[in-house]
């Protein structure tokens, strides 16, 4: 059975940090690219970050480029993103996702064919 699990969300205080991880099992194992999407109340759902399996090449979406860090386990299949100096604008539940194929830049959620639960992530002011 196709999973992602994510964890690591909670409260921070603005300028802390929090690491987020992202288990998968069964056919998610055979995706190209795992990423990471958010979603504010009242918006949509938003790329966040991007990696490729094979070889760890990563996409960012401005907002973040410089803050935060998305990486991968190759051998045990997991996703971390570390986010740095959080600023109340990034509160939002962070969803764990992946796909077929090797579009990494592609911020389109529709391409995505896996999805974890989500985990919250809380900054405040």
């Known amino acids: 059975q196709a999973q992602l699990v994510e964890s690591g969300g909670g409260l921070v205080q603005a300028g802390g940090s929090l690491r987020l991880s992202c288990a998968t099992s069964g056919g998610v194992r055979r995706t190209g690219v795992a990423g990471w999407f958010r979603q504010a109340p009242g918006k949509e759902r938003e790329f966040v970050a991007a990696?490729?399996?094979?070889?760890?090449?990563?996409s960012y979406r401005d907002s973040v480029k410089g803050r935060f860090t998305i990486s991968r386990d190759n051998t045990q299949k997991l996703v971390f993103l570390q986010m740095n100096d959080l600023k109340p604008e990034d509160s939002a539940i962070y969803y764990c996702a992946a796909k077929f194929g090797f579009r990494l830049a592609s911020p389109d959620r529709r391409e995505y064919d896996y999805w974890g639960q989500g985990t919250q992530v809380t900054v405040s002011s």
């Open positions: 990696i490729l399996w094979r070889d760890g090449s990563t």
